[in-house]
């Protein structure tokens, strides 16, 4: 970290769960239908339920309460059972970082899951002009082990629910003051108009259709027109290449698609992708050519992480252009971010421009990445936390310690 970013918290933020908040399950994340369920046994009449859900759903997805005692149109006693019974607990923040970009990181902390340990995952904030983009974690860790990735050198610890997907959007829009009645921190650097969070990525931590139905959920919640209301153009789920569930994801969640392609030959990219073994270029280009919905207006982002000497030759930007004709695609081309103990380093910006060039001349605009956030390890693929699987053996033990607890960088 450069002295010029700033650590604007360490432990501070909303306060920690209480020990009654983790008994109680969390409403935020849970369908319609769920939370109908939620309010039934909370005893709400049949016949009350439909406008109680509604009700509920605005408060928590448009209002961002984070308290039922907030519900001013909610009954004073229902308000008291359900805070006895459920919880609107965001993830508790560990820390969070600031770039000298505006780039915000958080890290944050999810209670236990059954017997093993809380854990923790980062979600980064990248404001510019027009828009603010949420990076969100789909898993504590990840199980493919990508050679330039630094989450894929953390094992998978598991994956995040859809309340701790939807917990990081709801978490980032209330430290930004997002939401209606609520507070921008002095001096926080966010778009200029419209939304403070406009866009979400899923190219946090972890591959997203390797944990699909909560990914699904998440998303679905995220683009509710009655609640976070994003539309489905401003929703990007990256993956590395999950061929059997990018149809899924298409015709599922309806959301934008982005590709971690990273190489033109197998045998390259069996390297850097290893998932590239199981489903080689060949089979994951054609399910993006059958992408439900694909268009023009509605492109494939294409991913390619640029390697000093390893991926970045001319050759291979014209083997690029090559293999991607009649997919509308877009091409992204991001300047290898460099982590502790990295086997690889960044292509120099003249072998980049080059490559771009090449990608230009065949229609494709404005290929480069800036990076952001470099000086708060919160760029693409910087992300790790030190979470930790456990071994069968802490399993057992694991509710009699108390959480790891990490420092910030
Ligand atoms: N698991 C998903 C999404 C998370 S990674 C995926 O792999 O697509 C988000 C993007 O960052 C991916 O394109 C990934 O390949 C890229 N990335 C990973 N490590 C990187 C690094 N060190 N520098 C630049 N980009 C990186
Ligand atoms: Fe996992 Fe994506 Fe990193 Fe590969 S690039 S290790 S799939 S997070």
């Given at each position: 970290m450069t002295s010029t970013a700033a650590?604007?918290?360490?432990?501070?933020?909303r306060r920690p769960p209480a020990l009654s908040d983790m008994n109680r399950p969390s409403l935020i994340g849970m369908t319609r239908a769920e939370l109908g369920e939620a309010l039934a046994e909370a005893g709400v009449p049949a016949k009350q339920i439909g406008m109680r859900v509604a009700q509920l759903w605005h408060w928590i997805y448009v209002r961002g309460a984070g308290d039922f005692d907030q519900m001013s149109n909610?009954?004073?006693?229902?308000?008291?059972?359900?805070c006895e019974r459920y919880s609107l607990a965001l993830p508790q923040i560990v820390s969070e970082q600031v770039s000298v970009d505006g780039t915000r990181k958080w890290l944050l902390r999810f209670p236990?899951?059954?017997a093993g340990r809380p854990v923790e995952i980062e979600t980064v904030y990248i404001p510019e002009t027009g828009r603010g983009t949420l990076c969100v974690s789909s898993q504590v860790g990840c199980t493919l082990a990508c050679t330039f990735c630094h989450t894929g050198t953390q094992r998978l610890v598991r994956n995040l629910t859809t309340g701790e997907i939807v917990g990081q959007i709801l978490l980032a829009r209330q430290q930004l003051g997002d939401f209606p009645d609520a507070q921008t921190p002095?001096?926080?650097i966010v778009p200029g108009t419209g939304r403070l969070v406009s866009n979400i990525v899923m190219m946090g931590m972890g591959e997203p259709l390797f944990n699909f139905d909560n990914v699904k959920q998440g998303l679905l919640i995220a683009s509710?027109?009655?609640?976070?209301?994003?539309?489905?153009?401003?929703?990007?789920?990256?993956?590395?290449?999950?061929?059997?569930?990018i149809e899924r994801s298409g015709k599922e969640i309806g959301c934008m698609l982005a590709i971690s392609l990273h190489g033109v030959r197998d045998d390259l990219r069996?390297?850097?992708?290893?998932?590239?073994?199981?489903?080689?270029?060949?089979?994951?280009?054609?399910?993006?050519?059958?992408?439900?919905?694909?268009s023009n207006a509605k492109r494939i982002t294409f991913e390619y992480v640029m390697l000093r000497g390893v991926n970045d030759s001319l050759a291979e930007a014209r083997e690029l252009v090559r293999l991607l004709k009649g997919i509308p695609a877009k091409i992204n081309l991001i300047p290898f971010n460099p982590w502790p103990g990295s086997p690889y380093a960044?292509?120099?910006?003249?072998t980049i421009e080059r490559f771009a060039e090449v990608v230009n001349r065949a229609g494709y605009a404005s290929p480069i990445r800036t990076p952001r956030?470099?000086?708060?390890?919160?760029a693409c693929g910087q992300l790790k936390s030190a979470s930790e699987r456990l071994g069968k053996s802490e399993r057992g033990q694991a509710e009699a310690f108390p959480a790891k607890t990490t420092a910030p960088l």
């Open positions: 650590i604007v918290s360490s432990g501070a933020g909610v009954s004073k006693d229902l308000r008291q059972i359900l236990a899951e059954g002095t001096g926080a509710d027109g009655e609640g976070i209301s994003l539309s489905k153009r401003r929703i990007t789920l990256s993956t590395s290449g999950v061929v059997p569930m069996d390297e850097l992708v290893p998932i590239n073994k199981k489903w080689p270029i060949a089979e994951l280009l054609a399910a993006c050519r059958a992408y439900p919905g694909l960044c292509s120099d910006w003249q956030g470099r000086d708060i390890f919160a």
